[in-house]
């Protein structure tokens, strides 16, 4: 994960701020551990059957 933000005067008297959130920068691939199969006769037991997010970036601007 990464955060990364920025502050700057503005026109007016007022402020600009601008952030950039990003979740799971690299893309790799995170495993759900809430879907591990449990049941001892499936086949896949203990394995994790779905993947958690990928890459996700939030953008924000704030003038005050």
């Known amino acids: 994960d990464l955060s990364v933000t920025w502050n700057a005067a503005a026109v007016g008297g007022r402020h600009l701020g601008v952030m950039v959130n990003a979740y799971n920068l ?9 879907s591990v199969t449990r049941f ?25």
């Open 26 to 34: 690299f893309n790799t691939t995170n495993l759900d551990p809430e």
């Open 40 to 64: 001892q006769g499936s086949p896949s037991f203990g394995e994790a059957v779905r993947a958690l997010p990928k890459r996700q970036i939030e953008l924000g601007v704030q003038i005050r």
